[in-house]
Each structure stands twice: as structure tokens, then as C-alpha cells.
């Protein structure tokens, strides 16, 4: 894999259609228990300093249970809008909102389908790609880039979660640190393994309890590897340019090149 951490399953597919409506449901469960605390910091070191500096809007490509879009209101003042089509991972999604102040949650708008459905034009200067890309077949990914411009404005910054490079070479396990919750204990583990040019990726969940195993859940995702190169690629012919490389070289920082009034280039 690339990096040591495991990629969040949060993000339902922003141009999945109709099978992304419960692509998740197993998942969602588990996805705050076991991995949402690590995820939150990583997506503050990542993007907080480009969400608290936009003066458009923040856009959240895959807002999954919402660690990006919850962050932007607090760390901004300016609109956001969330892009979630799947149903299970919208479902915490909304009950966050509805959880905070109401000057926050008038500034943020949830769009239930897939960005290229939802279209938003022109509404933000940042926008966020997280854990996301790397679960969209080739096709999907490339038809994103043209939303997404459409989305921002000209000058704004899209930053982008690249997906791995390439498959493991073998197959790789990462166990999730286990939770207690009352009586219970929830654990779960990852499994990726190469296919061909696609990763399979199985996550494992279990829920334990004093007399042994209660539940067992098991949901596999795939995920296609594409290099840094072949993005910067996809995304120049969306009308990017790429940006000097970040701190952190698993995010891929673009600006939107065209002038005002020339979008319709990018779609």
C-alpha cells in the first residue's frame, strides 16, 4: 500500500449511481468506532489550512460521515457543500449536522447525488478529494475532474488523496485498534490484496462480548492504483495545473487555470 494507513471506507463513490446507495451499509457501522479519531487528525494536518483560508467555499468530493465537512465550518466562514450519494454514509452525515450550532449548519448544503448529477457551478475555491479516488474505476475518476471544475472557481484549489501507485505485492493486513463501547468490544481488520492492475480490499469487523463473539460483518471494496503522473495527466486535460508538492506527498494540490467565464471548457 502506500502510506501505513489504511484508507477510509467514509467516502461513498461521487459518481457511483444507483449501486453506491448502500455500497457502505456494513460499514458504516464501524467506520467512527474504529477508524474516524485517527481519520479526523489526519484530515486536519492535511486540509485545515487550505479550508480555513478559502473565501468562496469549501467543496467535499465524497463527504462520506463527514470528517472534511464538519471541519469546514468550524475552521471557516464560508459556504460548504458536501457531496454524498450513499445513503448509509450520509445517514451519520446528516445527524452531525443537525448537531451543531445553528450558524454552522445554515452554511453547509448536502448534495444526495453524484457531482456530475448535482452540478453545482461555481461555488467554491477549495475543494477536497479525500480517501476517495482511489475506490473509482478509471472511467469514474476521469469524468470527476470536469464536475469538479465546474464546481470552482477560476484560481481555486482542488487537493486530491491520491489513490496507491500501484498494487501490494503481496497481500497486506492492517488490524484496526480495538474499541470498547459499554459491555462490547468492536474490532476489525483490513485485507488488501493485488488482482491484476486492481487492489481487493476485504474489511472484517467483529463485535465481542463477555461470552465470545456476537456479530461478524464482512465488506470488500475495490480500489485501482494510478501514479501521480497519470492524475496530473487526467487533471491538466480538465484544465489544472499542478501546485508546488505538499508537506505530505499522499495529497496532490491543482489550481483551476481557465479565466472567468470559461468553464465550459472543463465540461
Known amino acids: 500500500m502506500r502510506n501505513p494507513s489504511p484508507p477510509s471506507v467514509a467516502n461513498g463513490s461521487p459518481l457511483g449511481g444507483e449501486e453506491a446507495v448502500d455500497a457502505y451499509a456494513i460499514s458504516a457501522e464501524f467506520y467512527d468506532v474504529l477508524q474516524a479519531e485517527r481519520d479526523d487528525a489526519r484530515v486536519r494536518r492535511l486540509y485545515g489550512g487550505d479550508v480555513a ?7 467535499d468530493v465524497g463527504a462520506g460521515t463527514g470528517r472534511v465537512t464538519l471541519m469546514s465550518p468550524a475552521g471557516s466562514r464560508v459556504p ?9 454514509m450520509r445517514a451519520p ?67 486530491v488523496q491520491l489513490p496507491p501507485a500501484r498494487p501490494p505485492r503481496h497481500e497486506t493486513t492492517y488490524e484496526f485498534p480495538a474499541q470498547r463501547i459499554g459491555r462490547h468490544e468492536y474490532g476489525g481488520r483490513m485485507v488488501a490484496s ?10 472484517d469487523y ?22 501521480r503522473a497519470e492524475v496530473v495527466g487526467e487533471l ?32
Open 53 to 59: 483560508g478559502a473565501r468562496v467555499g469549501v467543496l
Open 80 to 88: 460548504v457543500h458536501a457531496v454524498e450519494p450513499t445513503r448509509s
Open 93 to 159: 452525515l446528516m445527524t452531525r449536522l443537525a448537531s451543531l450550532p445553528a450558524d454552522r449548519r445554515r452554511r453547509v448544503t448536502v448534495h444526495p447525488h453524484r457531482l456530475d448529477e448535482a452540478d453545482p457551478r461555481a461555488v467554491a475555491d477549495v475543494a477536497v478529494c479525500h480517501n476517495t479516488i482511489a475506490c473509482l474505476h478509471p472511467v469514474s475518476r476521469r469524468a470527476l475532474w470536469p464536475a469538479v471544475a465546474r464546481a470552482l472557481v477560476p484560481g481555486g484549489v482542488l487537493l
Open 194 to 203: 493485488p488482482q491484476g492492475d486492481r487492489i481487493r480490499t476485504g474489511f
Open 206 to 227: 467483529w463485535v465481542r462480548g463477555e461470552g465470545g463473539v456476537l456479530r461478524e460483518h464482512h465488506e470488500t471494496f475495490w480500489m485501482w492504483p494510478a501514479g
Open 236 to 267: 491538466r486535460g480538465a484544465g489544472f495545473a499542478p501546485l508546488p508538492e505538499r508537506a505530505d506527498p499522499s495529497v496532490l494540490a491543482v489550481r483551476a487555470t481557465w479565466a472567468a467565464g470559461a468553464v465550459s471548457q472543463a465540461g
